[in-house]
């Protein structure tokens, strides 16, 4: 009896082993298990178009709710015609909130953009004087050039009228005399065109000397600049389904369009990426235009289209 105890617990003991090895085996690991379900999760927010709205707007941005919702559209329409499906669809009453909170994001982005206006005017101004001078220039040295061969042949001719003078006679003293009147009238003329030509060398170095100032301010307009915008300017989050966008900062209609159009793209579940000009790279920059390809593939891969 008691041997055949001993088996039947033996036997169970085995039974368990085996069994808690095949479950040990079959079970998910709680990482796989995460994995699947933010899969799960992403390819859900992709099942059905995105309804948005414009929700709070901060008065303090001094847009209307007009041009908010016009760039919204764009933004969404971006993504429609680049998917080629409804991704996003505006409800005003069942969207999700695109709300606008101003804070000192803006002010410095604000002030950022004043500076690198400023920086454009002195460039381009700068640009047109550094032109008109190298015109300038260039058409006095053309004028020294010229000078310079007058008043070598005014030489000649003079050291010619001398040698002729001592040579003289009674018979050609008049005419000698009309030469030296001439010689006399030509010198006096390059007398003044040379006046006029330091004249306008001076003015010339004038110009110059502006020029310089006006470079210098415009290089210590940089002693003032900001540093790089680094906090988020746009925010989309998404908690137990439910999404809520926040712009805290624009500095141009187009830059808002693509903000939106950035946190349209983390709506359906999408992360940041390397290349500069996805709309899904991870700052706000001049290369980009909207969803990319990339940015397609990427939505397509994640939502299994």
């Not at 001592?166 to 008049?174: D, I, V």
């Amino acid at each position: 009896m008691l041997a055949r105890l001993l088996f039947l617990s033996l036997l169970l003991l085995g039974s368990y082993l085996l069994l808690s090895a095949w479950f040990a085996a079959e079970r998910p690991q709680p990482q796989v298990v995460k994995q699947i379900a933010e899969k799960a999760l992403r390819q859900q927010l992709c099942q059905t178009p995105v309804l948005w709205r414009v929700g709070q707007l901060d008065p303090a941005f001094a847009l209307t709710a007009e041009l908010a919702e016009q760039a919204a559209h764009n933004a969404a329409s971006g993504w429609n015609r680049a998917a080629g499906q409804e991704l996003f669809r505006h409800d005003s009453v069942q969207g999700f909130p695109i709300n606008f909170h101003y804070d000192e994001r803006q002010q410095q982005m604000l002030q950022q953009a004043m500076l690198e206006r400023n920086i454009q005017r002195y460039d381009s101004n700068i640009e047109q004087r550094a032109a008109a001078l190298q015109q300038q220039s260039e058409q006095l040295q053309l004028r020294h050039r010229d000078f310079s061969q007058q008043n070598q042949q005014f030489a000649a001719d003079i050291a010619a009228f001398s040698q002729q003078a001592a040579n003289a006679s009674q018979a050609n003293l008049a005419a000698l005399q009309q030469k030296q009147r001439r010689l006399e009238q030509r010198e006096q003329q390059l007398q003044q065109q040379a006046q006029r030509l330091n004249e306008q060398h001076a003015q010339l170095q004038r110009e110059q000397d502006y020029l310089n100032d006006t470079v210098a301010d415009r290089n210590a307009l940089f002693s003032d600049q900001l540093p790089p915008l680094a906090a988020e300017v746009g925010l989309m989050e998404i908690v137990n389904g439910r999404r809520n966008m926040t712009i805290f900062a624009y500095s141009t209609a187009n830059a808002l369009q693509l903000t939106i159009s950035h946190e349209f793209g983390h709506a359906l579940g999408l992360g940041h990426t390397d290349n500069d000009t996805a709309i899904m790279h991870y700052a706000l920059n001049l290369q980009q235009t909207g969803p990319t390809a990339e940015d397609v593939a990427a939505l397509k891969q994640q939502c299994g289209f």
